[in-house]
Each structure stands twice: as C-alpha cells, then as structure tokens.
C-alpha cells in the first residue's frame, strides 16, 4: 500500500530522530511535551530553522508550510526579531515588573486592530481564550458560552468540546450536540457550552436565541482554521454580530491563527468588531505568547486599581520582555507591502493545487485567505466541519508522510501557511512535490 512505502521510506532517513524518540519516551509520556507534533511511528526532531527550511537530527532539511502551527510568518531566525529577543535578553530574561517592551508591543496591537481598547499578554492563546470567556461571564453574570463545531481555541476545559467530533455522537447538523474531545472533562462543562453549526446563519441564530438568558459568549474563529480554513458564507459573520449584539452576549473573535490574513486581521477583512478578540503566535515572534482585550468596560474586570480587580491575572512570564520585543519587531515587518506579498503567494498556492487537482481528477480542493490554506481530500462541497472531512480518512496521514519524505513539510490535517522568506520558487516547489505524492499514490 502507498502509505507503507512512504512510512518505509521515512523510517530509512530519520534514524537519529527515531533513536531520540526512544530516549525521549523515558523521560515523557509519548516522548513528548505536545500532542499535536506527534505522528506513528515517530515525529522528526528539528536541530534547526532557518528562512524557510528546518533541519532534522539526520541533516535533512525541509521546506518548512507548518511554520510552527502558523506562528512563523516571518520565516526562521529572521535577523531583525532575532537581534531584538539578544538585546532584550542581555538585559535580563524576566522581572518581577512590567518593562516598556510590553508598552510598545500594546500601542502596536492596539493601532492595528480598533476593536481592542485595552488589552493584557498572557503566555499562550489557550490561556487568552480562557481569559476571554472569564471576562464575558463575569460582565454578563451568565453560565454558558457558545463556540462552533469543529473549531479549535486551546486545551482549557470549556472549550475541549466538539472539536473534531465523530458525527455519529454529535447529533444533526443543524443542531449539534457537545461532544467531550478528551478525557476528564467534567460533565458540566458538557451541560454548559452550547454548539453552534459554522455557516449556518439561520440555526445558529435560533439556538443563540433559545440560550440567550444564559449564555454569556460566542466564541468564533473567522476561518474556522483548524476545521479546515473554511472561510465565513456571505453575511453568517454580520449575523453573528447582529443577534449577539440584540442579547448583550459577549462576541469573541479568536483571532490567533487569523490575525496574519490581514494589518488588523480578520475582523479588518470582514468588516466585523467583535467585543473581545484572542490574539497569539505571530504576535510572539516565535515565542510563547497570547493576548486578549477588546471593549474597555469589559475589560475593567482585570484593573487591580481602586480596591482590586474583579478578575485576577497572574502569570510569571506574561509579557516577558523577550517575547514583547521579538513580537513588536515581527509586526514593525509585517507592512501592508508584507501583507500584499503573503496574499500573492497564498494564492500561487491555491491556484497550483487547485490546477494540478483538475489535470489529475484527483478527489480534492484546496481552502484558504491570504497567506493560508488548507488540503482537503473531498470533492464534497465545504461549508463545515463535517463536509470537510475525508472519505478516505487515511488520505491526510499518507499526504502528509509523502511530502516529508519530497522535503516538504505540512501539518497532519493539511493545515499550512506560506511565510515571506518564501519565493515563488518555493511554491512551485510545493506543487510538483505534492504532484509526485499524488501520482504514487
């Protein structure tokens, strides 16, 4: 089978990554600190990234279309974030104080995207999307949140909840039900978070409305990314705006994968202002980052002035001045000359695959906004999550395998991003290597 000969093939040339793994699985369940970079029978170890290729342990090098889940839009080791995380680092790696580094990286963020009034850094953006969801509670004094099937916002408990669902034990389509995606998760998180079907305007404004009195937020990624990059239907986002808008429920914009699609992201490009919106990745310059912020009134909830804060907010490295620097000189680069550039590689992508795809009636399409895109091993059309799935489920994993072993590297789902180290020549790369996996298969 094809997907023997491409596993065969992987193991033959990562030997060094395959004896790490063994020693890694003494030290650490699984051999590792994070569940989304494994894959059977082992994950390649990366010695080192630099522009748009990484390194493994066996000096393989890698035309690199993951870029750290998107987080890399500048590419590896860009020499001015680089130069800017030394500097700060010279002058101490953490302190128990703000420094100005977080002052500027703040005035940044808040420039490009109006809808934060006043904002706070965290570490990563599951600690920004559970911030997010704690303010909208204790402004609203409701219990519930709203969050869509098939979306992903980080592994706190309330939000764990039908991320990639078996479609069997979710329920209809137009009314999912809430389904735990790990395990110990207590049952009330279940009882409290409301699924929401992704571009279906009309069913989730009914269950928006029949939760209304108790429901607190709606959490929403604009491209439901890990779901597939599956783009808002015209008018489902001014929808969503529109009915929480009429309940005073909270709309959260996650805006962690989508902030690189646009200067102010995706609530720029769509034309919509949420009340809170969740950043990360890129805005860490390739370290660990997350923010949140929005409305002033509900962020008040967080100001220790006066007699305390409604809603602490602790953390020994928030806005650590490495991760402030390094972020603030990634978004000095990203001009709208940067932006304009990733739009034009993202679309060389799409439209190589989308023309390999027909000369090969091959079953499939590819998804994606400026510089991101997504695989999809279906000629079913793509409005959600469950549309999106493959019918053959093997398809991503064997993709996946084939590309890593042309020097190409993607995500598991076929969740990729194009970075401004890349050329054109890079993404005609991407298209013959994908070209030779389709044709053994």
Known sequence: ??????????????????????????????????TTTFFDPYPFYVQRGQGAYVWDADGVARLDFNGNYTSLILGHAPPDVVKAAQEAAALGMSFPGPTEQEIRLAEILTRRIPSLQTMRFTNSGTEATMNAVRAARAFTGRPKIAKFEGAYHGTHDWVMVSVSPDPRAAGGRRHPKPVAWSAGLPPTVLKHTVVLPWNDAEACTQIIEKEAANLAAVLVDPLLGIGGILPPADGFLEQL?????????????????????????????????????????????????????????????????????????????????????????????????????????????????????????????????????????????????????????????????????????????????????????????????????????
């Open 1 to 34: 089978m094809a997907i023997d000969k491409e596993l065969n093939e992987y193991l033959a040339k990562t030997s060094r990554s395959r004896a790490l793994h063994e020693e890694a699985t003494a030290v650490m369940p699984g051999g590792n600190s994070r």
């Open 241 to 441: 705006r529109a009915v929480t808008e009429q309940h005073g429920i909270v709309l959260i914009f996650d805006e962690v994968i989508s902030l690189r699609i646009a200067w102010g992201g995706a609530q720029e490009r769509f034309g919509i202002r949420p009340d809170l919106t969740t950043l990360g990745k890129i805005v860490g310059g390739g370290l660990p980052v997350g923010a949140f912020g929005g409305r002033a009134d509900i962020m008040a909830a967080y100001d220790p002035r006066r007699g305390g804060a409604r809603i602490s907010h602790g953390g020994t490295f928030n806005a650590n001045p490495l991760t402030m620097a390094a972020g603030a000189a990634t978004l000095n680069a990203l001009t709208p000359e940067a932006y304009t550039r990733l739009d034009a590689l993202g679309e060389r992508l799409r439209g190589g695959v989308t023309r390999l795809l027909m000369a090969t009636r091959r079953r499939g399409q590819v998804t994606g906004v400026g510089s991101l895109f997504c695989l999809h091993w279906t000629s079913a059309p793509l409005t959600d999550y469950r549309s999106s799935r493959p019918k053959d489920p093997e398809a991503p994993t064997r993709v996946f395998l084939g590309l890593l072993n042309e020097g190409i590297l993607l995500t598991q789902r076929g969740l990729g991003a194009c970075s401004l180290a890349m050329t054109d020549e890079d993404i005609d790369r991407f298209i013959n290597a994908l070209a030779r996996v389709l044709a053994r298969e």
